[in-house]
């Protein structure tokens, strides 16, 4: 099955990024693109849901499976194609901005590179909420395509990493097993032994495991569940003081908690309620 949907190319637009195409081919065998260089003007990701394909860079073909993807810059040479044995499910977009090749030189997303994700399920769900509008509006918001096409991309960013760092044996799977866990239980002290035996690790290894998953220590990501909790209490819970609000999300000292708070927020707890009143 064949899914997709292709807009006018805007010259001169106002957006910084745009889509020229999107969409998402399912059980296909017969997929099979060979572009010339020079031939694409766009930007385009493939990712591979399940199945598998092939890709060819550089005279030297690689396997793209589940939770992989090809990132190709304009005018690169472009050959890839589906696995006739197990056909790949795979999604795709095409888009451009003029701005485009600066920002993701600067963020490592380098052409002619292959890439796996860490975590795939809210691309797809971004994926398939800009085909919805593609389809429904057509033109009508670009506004929308935009937006969500720029989502896609810094979900990649986020989560994409070089495929030749693919993670052996789902060690990278106990971190994210235990992110929800982790997450709804930031307010109270954090145990590195406790969390590590969950994943039946050393501290010390969990914790080069957790950076290596997620880009961020264990307890930066406490910090920024604890802090992400603060502000919605500071907003729902007018009636707290800041001292209180501190205290439950997880921080006793509230000296501490205004220092936490300014590094994230540039501003102090008190200012931030303030602006929403």
């Known amino acids: 099955m064949r899914r997709q949907i292709h807009m006018v190319t805007l010259s001169g637009n106002v957006y910084f990024i745009y889509p020229?195409?999107?969409?998402?081919?399912?059980?296909?065998?017969?997929?099979?693109?060979?572009?010339?260089?020079?031939?694409?003007?766009?930007?385009?990701?493939?990712?591979?849901e399940s199945g598998y394909g092939f890709v060819k860079l550089n005279g030297v073909e690689h396997i793209l499976g589940p939770g992989d993807a090809v990132f190709y810059y304009p005018q690169q040479e472009q050959n890839y194609y589906s696995s006739k044995e197990e056909p790949w499910n795979i999604r795709w977009i095409h888009f451009y901005g003029d701005k485009l090749k600066e920002y993701l030189l600067s963020?490592?997303?380098?052409?002619?590179?292959?890439?796996?994700?860490?975590?795939?399920?809210?691309?797809?769900?971004?994926?398939?909420?800009?085909?919805?509008?593609?389809?429904?509006?057509?033109?009508?918001?670009?506004?929308?395509?935009?937006?969500?096409?720029?989502?896609?991309?810094?979900?990649?960013?986020?989560?994409?990493?070089?495929?030749?760092?693919?993670?052996?044996?789902?060690?990278?799977?106990?971190?994210?097993?235990?992110?929800?866990?982790?997450?709804?239980?930031?307010?109270?002290?954090?145990?590195l032994e406790y969390w590590s035996s969950k994943a039946d690790v050393s501290p010390h290894y969990f914790c080069k495991l957790f950076k290596q998953t997620m880009s961020i220590t264990p307890m930066e990501f406490i910090t920024r569940?604890?802090?992400?909790?603060?502000?919605?209490?500071?907003?729902?819970?007018?009636?707290?003081?800041?001292?209180?609000?501190?205290?439950?999300?997880?921080?006793?000292?509230?000296?501490?908690?205004?220092k936490r708070f300014m590094e994230y927020e540039k501003i102090t707890p008190t200012t931030y309620r303030e602006l929403y009143e």
């Open 225 to 258: 569940c604890r802090l992400q909790i603060a502000k919605q209490w500071l907003l729902e819970r007018r009636d707290c003081s800041i001292g209180q609000i501190a205290n439950e999300a997880g921080y006793p000292s509230v000296s501490y908690f205004n």
């Open 20 to 48: 020229e195409s999107v969409g998402h081919y399912i059980s296909d065998p017969d997929h099979n693109v060979q572009r010339k260089p020079n031939q694409m003007i766009s930007y385009n990701i493939h990712f591979v």
């Open 107 to 191: 963020n490592n997303i380098k052409p002619g590179q292959l890439w796996t994700f860490r975590q795939t399920e809210l691309w797809i769900k971004l994926h398939d909420e800009l085909m919805l509008e593609a389809e429904t509006n057509r033109m009508l918001n670009p506004t929308q395509l935009s937006a969500r096409t720029y989502a896609l991309v810094v979900n990649f960013i986020e989560q994409a990493i070089p495929l030749t760092e693919r993670k052996q044996g789902g060690t990278n799977k106990k971190i994210l097993d235990l992110l929800p866990d982790m997450q709804s239980s930031a307010t109270e002290p954090f145990l």
